[in-house]
């Protein structure tokens, strides 16, 4: 069974700190996929970012990157320089490799950043 | 940008009614789901829908829910008989069609029964 955790429930900052919000996946697949999105207080899902199983490079965006690691079975999101913008829930998830496979959710993390 | 979209954004019902939430995909895509999301709570997969029937559902599709999409732009999720534990915000999302292919998500219909 696929399983996804964020053992982090909520993280409050100061605006210009740097964020990492932890995610620790399972899954039996040799192919997945691992997503983030993120959900502000207006309640919509925004996707993130997409990686999948072989693409173990980290990513940056702007102040986000990522870090995919499969030793350890994590894939974790940092906000560098964060601002009060990037307050929302930030949701880590997990597909297989079937074409229609579902997301398989963390708990999210409440990410809140204070001016 | 072509985006998914859902209506009614709220919709509140007697326990025992019956609700129809509606959607409508990105117009290329194949894959269709809904997932749900009481209120404070993690996003939960229910159903996915490919070539217009249900490609996998969870524990939480049972008799009282089904999907249908009765033309080619929307897709539907009804419950036939609403109970208290129904109350969350509904997601719908559509995809190209494969893993790779992100999951874009309307903004939700929150779901109060009463």
């Known amino acids: 069974a696929q399983k996804v955790t964020q053992a982090q429930t909520e993280i409050s900052v100061v605006e210009k700190e740097d964020v990492t919000l932890d995610c620790v996946y399972e899954?039996?697949?040799?192919?997945?996929?691992l997503f983030w999105y993120k959900q502000p207080p207006s309640g919509e899902l925004a996707f993130l970012i997409r990686?999948?199983?072989?693409?173990?490079q980290n990513e940056i965006s702007g102040r986000y990157s990522w870090n995919f690691q499969k030793s350890t079975s994590s894939f974790n999101f940092t906000i560098t320089a964060s601002q009060v913008v990037d307050s929302a829930v930030y949701f880590c998830?997990?597909?297989?490799?079937?074409?229609?496979?579902?997301?398989?959710f963390g708990k999210g993390t409440k990410l809140t950043v204070n001016p | 940008e072509p985006e998914v979209t859902q209506t009614p954004s709220h919709q509140v019902t007697q326990m025992g009614q019956e609700v129809i939430l509606r959607c409508v995909p990105i117009?290329?895509?194949?894959?269709f789901y809904w997932y749900r999301q009481i209120l404070g709570q993690k996003v939960e997969f229910l159903v996915s829908f490919y070539n217009n029937e249900i490609s996998e559902k969870s524990e939480i599709f049972d008799d009282q829910f089904s999907v249908e999409r009765p033309d080619g732009s929307n897709f539907t999720l009804k419950i036939r008989s609403t109970k208290l534990e129904d109350s969350a915000m509904y997601f719908c999302a559509s995809s190209e069609g494969t893993s790779y292919n992100e999951q874009f998500f309307g903004p939700g219909t929150r779901l109060t029964v009463l």
């Open positions: 899954t039996r697949d040799t192919t997945y996929y």
């Open positions: 990686r999948n199983s072989f693409d173990e």
């Open positions: 998830a997990l597909s297989g490799q079937g074409g229609s496979e579902k997301l398989v």
């Open positions: 117009s290329n895509h194949l894959y």
